[in-house]
């Protein structure tokens, strides 16, 4: 069966260190994947997304992403974090007819 | 602005009442979406709507839940009779085509709680 899953439930970090959010998938097709940001109150917010071609995908926010196909993985990175990003993260597994499959959420918290 | 947008934002319900949770997508979107994610957790798929038809409820966790999109835009989810374990964050999504993969756009949520 399909499933995303993110290891961190919580994550901090001091702001202006860089940032690592884990996410392993289980699908048996070549996987759309997804992460989305959640901030208190708000709806979810595409970050990036991997279809095909470059394993390595922008975002936005200065955000990217890594697909790893050896690895089931799709990590999200970014070189430095600011106060503004803490939120709740979700990765997410686009499956062929249309469905979402999302992680549980990693919560990142950032130390002044 | 022109996102998807959802009404009522918080909705109190006492046990065994029915509710109603609209979602106007963006306008022209064929592929419309449900999710429900209760505290803590990820959002979790109900039901999926290309145009008006519904093409898939699988999601749905019992018949009190009920959705429809009768002229494929507005979309309304209700839940009969409602139980406490239905409080959760109705989110609905919508995105501009059928292909598998499409960028889906979130709406803010209907916070829905059980009493």
């Known amino acids: 069966a399909q499933s995303v899953t993110q290891p961190d439930i919580h994550i901090t970090v001091s702001e202006g260190a860089s940032l690592e959010l884990r996410c392993n998938y289980s699908?048996?097709?070549?996987?759309?994947l997804f992460w989305y940001v959640q901030s208190p109150g708000q709806g979810l917010q595409l970050l990036l997304k991997?279809?095909?071609?470059?394993?390595l995908v922008q975002g936005i926010k200065g955000f990217e992403a890594e697909f790893k196909r050896s690895q089931s993985s799709f990590n999200l990175r970014k070189p430095s974090v600011h106060w503004s990003d803490a939120a709740e993260y979700f990765c997410?597994?686009?499956?062929?007819?249309?469905?979402?499959?999302f992680g549980k959420g990693t919560r990142l918290h950032i130390l002044p | 602005g022109a996102g998807v947008s959802q009404s009522p934002r918080y909705k109190v319900a006492k046990r065994g009442q029915d509710v109603a949770l609209r979602c106007d997508p963006i306008?022209?979107?064929?592929?419309l979406f449900w999710y429900q994610q209760a505290l803590g957790q990820g959002p979790e798929f109900l039901t999926y709507?290309?145009?008006?038809?519904?093409?898939?409820k699988s999601g749905l966790p019992s018949d009190r839940f009920f959705a429809e999109r009768p002229e494929g835009s507005v979309s309304t989810l209700k839940i009969q009779r409602t139980q406490q374990e239905d409080s959760a964050v109705y989110l609905c999504?919508?995105?501009?085509?059928?292909?598998?993969?499409?960028?889906?756009?979130f709406g803010p949520g209907t916070r829905l709680t059980v009493l």
């Open positions: 709507f290309q145009n008006e038809a519904q093409l898939d």
């Open positions: 306008s022209g979107h064929v592929s």
């Open positions: 997410a597994v686009g499956l062929r007819d249309d469905k979402i499959i």
């Open positions: 991997y279809f095909s071609g470059d394993t």
């Open positions: 999504a919508s995105s501009s085509y059928s292909g598998g993969g499409d960028t889906q756009y």
């Open positions: 699908y048996g097709a070549t996987p759309y």
